[in-house]
């Protein structure tokens, strides 16, 4: 009898042991403040700001905007999330970081599932049915913001290129040589036309000569 009351009351103990610690750690995590995953929300604060204006209040379109905006961001935030969750799991699992960073992730995650809902519903209360697509055109948005951007890089890349390898850029340089002209606008002779001339003429003269001889 005694042989078998020991294995249980050990079990028990092991078991009951394990319990009450699991209840006090989750009691201390609950009730520890973890510092958040994301420092702040500038683009809902100002579209909060916006919402309150009364003298004189914002229009429409600068409130819709401002709301667009808030959707942008919190797409960022859900691809940065979705980003470093799995990292962070794996970290967690081989020990590299604490529960702190972990607790801080998942409670943002229920934060933005809230903050989500709520851009849906000020989305609707605009135009009705306009929270199925807010999410959506805020993605599109942020794909073009990232296609300019890249774009507009590309001369200073291009530049930066070119100095660190000293490649220098053709230059198309048309260079044209000017024409000397008389200034009495009269074409200049050359001279071998003078030359030319002169023997013509006393080549006549003599031959002119020749003929008033035979004629005597």
């Given amino acids: ?6 294995p249980v009351a050990y079990v028990i103990i092991v078991f009951g042991g394990l319990f009450v610690f699991s ?3 989750r009691k201390h ?4 403040s973890f510092e958040p995953y994301f420092p702040s929300h500038p683009e809902r604060n100002a579209y909060i700001t916006l919402l309150q204006k009364s003298d004189p209040p914002a229009h429409d379109a600068l409130l819709k905007s401002a709301l667009v905006r808030r959707a942008m961001a919190d797409v960022q935030r859900v691809l940065r999330i979705r ?3 799995p990292a962070l799991q794996n970290l967690l699992q081989k020990g590299s970081v604490g ?11 229920k934060e933005l599932e809230a903050e ?12 009705e049915g306009w929270g199925q697509v ?11 913001e990232k296609i300019r951007a890249a774009f507009e890089k590309t001369n200073d890349a291009k530049a930066e290129f070119e100095e660190k390898y000293a490649i220098k850029s053709p230059s198309k340089t048309i260079s044209d040589a000017p024409s000397k002209a008389p200034s009495n606008g009269l074409l200049a002779t050359p001279a071998g036309g003078n030359a030319g001339a002169s023997d013509n003429e006393g080549s006549v ?9 035979k004629r005597k």
């Fill in 1 to 6: 009898m005694t042989s078998v009351l020991v």
């Fill in 23 to 25: 209840y006090f750690y």
């Fill in 29 to 32: 995590t609950a009730s520890k």
């Fill in 83 to 85: 980003e470093d969750k």
């Fill in 99 to 109: 529960d702190d960073l972990w607790n801080s992730l998942l409670a943002a995650e």
């Fill in 116 to 127: 989500i809902m709520e851009v849906v519903a000020e989305a609707n209360s605009f135009v």
């Fill in 134 to 144: 807010i999410f959506p055109t805020a993605n599109e948005m942020l794909a073009n």
């Fill in 205 to 213: 003269t003599s031959k002119s000569g020749k003929k008033t001889k």
